[in-house]
């Protein structure tokens, strides 16, 4: 399913208050609400939104518990980490338990921290994690989380969670694979703006079974698929 917004502004105002129901839902059902967040621009402002007392009021953050679905490998205190971009925008300015912050872990070496993660997300599930809700953004190359294009962590079919590399350089990343994801009860693709437009096309306009790019193989098989996109972003649809 899609859903159209006029603007980014207009797109973080209906999320934050859909992720609250969702909070909610997940909370009434089962007791807890399990989210996986990712990093980019449009998080950073549906964050911040949801920060607003209006919104982070309706949530009991203590049964909410923060996971990321990709990290870049620096150290939680770097301007390029994910988590202190959900920290500082949203999760310090809200009532979580500190022990409900499961953050990939900064070690020696991406693959060390994937492997601690994995262990972490073990023995937090018993079995592969079925998140309420994976937040997800897209690449204009059509990447999503840390699944690059032509990157090793594509053909990952037993690890939870493993190292990644862009084509692009930066940082090495850590991922949850595909397993997880598609695992997911509800997978939330947040994409603005129009440099994203050809490849959204791309995406939603692939033939079943396509993999050309990564995000096309997103496909929950027992969960919900919904890509959330400002019009700019749904442009060429
Ligand atoms: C990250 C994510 C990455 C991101 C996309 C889109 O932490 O950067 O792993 O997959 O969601 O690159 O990012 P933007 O929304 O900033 O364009």
């Given at each position: ?15 934050a ?7 909610n ?19 950073r402002?549906?964050?911040t939104?949801l ?16 996971f ?10 770097d ?28 070690l ?29 953004g ?5 990447h999503?989380?840390s699944?690059?294009?032509?990157s090793k ?20 990343r ?17 994409v ?44 060429k649809?």
């Open positions: 399913m899609k859903k159209v917004y006029q603007d980014m502004n207009e797109l973080c105002v209906k999320t208050e859909w992720f609250v129901e969702e909070a839902k997940a909370i009434a059902k089962h007791g807890k609400f399990t989210v996986a967040l990712s990093g980019g621009s449009t998080p402002q549906l964050f939104e920060a607003n007392l209006k919104w982070q009021q309706q949530i009991d953050w203590s049964k909410v518990f923060v990321w679905g990709d990290e870049r490998f620096v150290a939680p205190t301007a390029q980490s994910n988590q202190k971009m959900a920290r500082e925008t949203l999760l310090d300015h809200v009532s979580i338990p500190k022990e409900n912050i499961i953050a990939v872990p900064f020696a070496t991406a693959e060390l921290s994937a492997m601690q993660y994995e262990a972490e997300l073990k023995q937090i599930f018993s079995d592969l994690p079925k998140f309420d809700l994976i937040l997800l897209l690449g204009a190359d059509g999503t989380a699944l690059f294009p032509g962590a594509l053909t990952e079919e037993t690890r939870w969670v493993c190292p990644s590399k862009a084509k692009a350089g930066g940082p090495e850590i991922t949850l694979t595909y397993p997880v994801i598609n695992h997911g009860a509800l997978v939330c693709f947040l603005t703006g129009a440099e994203k437009a050809a490849m959204v096309k791309e995406i939603l306009n692939a033939p079943p079974g396509s993999e050309v790019y990564p995000a096309e193989r997103i496909q929950p098989t027992s969960g919900n698929l919904l890509w959330l996109l400002d019009q700019a972003a749904a442009s649809l």
